[in-house]
């Protein structure tokens, strides 16, 4: 019996996971202001809720795993930078451990999600798979053979911070060209408020009224529509997303690339433009090794998911 907990800025869930299923799920309040102490405590709270949930006694529950945001270094349990609750060093699963009497396992909440996925969601017919989520940044997970990939001290696949564009757009990690400044829900957002700007004509403006009110379809609702500049920044987009798919794929050529995050619901209107773009750069051929790009499926259980399925591989 493990409990999976996906923890959040605001809000940090859980649930048991039973066989392939979740069950048993709960749901706290999360603050910055409430410290490290706090938030283990209620994180304690939360599992117990969930095991009350589930039917299940928390004597039963073997082990914990936390899906966190943040640089996470998962051999020692601890948050080592998280900005939003302005951590640092913070052991996490010390603390958790220490209200609970339970074993717990700590890793990014990327990583988690991309464990999810394959274990339970789009990727579980493949042994090699990288999830990409399109949010906010970019982030994403690796799993090779299997197994996730976490780097030295759980300090790798940060892959929205890999370069496409030497000298390109500046990014907040202080360096220029970062996938996530093309391939982002936000990059998306601010290309198409400046497309706006300059096709007033656009049908884009039906969408949105105000070129502030573009959100990650207004582009894409647009270019069903028929509208020209709309299709120019759907296209523009495409290939910032696809020269970042390309450079993972050659480096680590898994059987699927999985796409998270809410512009992955455009479905088809995404993935078929995007598959064309990558089929056409591969280092090595579709016939030979061939590449599947797929929507993921377990939306926002998939940190839950995998924060479990961590718990259940490291027990």
Known sequence: MVIGIDLGGMSAKAALLDGNRLIGKARVVTNSGDGAEKTAEALARLAEETAKNAGIDFGRVDAIG?????????EKGEVVYWSNFHWEHVPLAALVEKYTHKKVF???????????????????????SILVTLGTGVGGGIIIDGKLFEGYKSAGAEIGHMVIA???????????????????????INRTREAMKKHP??????????????????AFDAMRAGDGAAKEVVAEYVAGLGEGIVNLVNLFRPEAILLGGGISAEKDALLVPLREYVNSFLYTSMDYAPLEILCAELGNDAGLYGAAQYALDRK
Do not use: H
């Open 66 to 74: 936390i899906g966190s945001p943040g640089v996470i270094d998962s």
């Open 201 to 218: 004509e656009s049908l884009m403006w039906k969408t949105a009224r105000e070129a502030e009110q573009a959100d990650g379809r207004t």
């Open 106 to 128: 700590v890793t990014n909440d990327a990583n988690a999600a991309a464990l999810g996925e394959a274990a339970f969601g789009a990727g579980k017919r493949f042994r090699n």
């Open 166 to 188: 030497r000298d390109g757009e500046l990014c907040t990690c202080g360096r220029r060209g970062c996938f996530e400044r093309y391939a982002s829900a936000t990059a998306l």
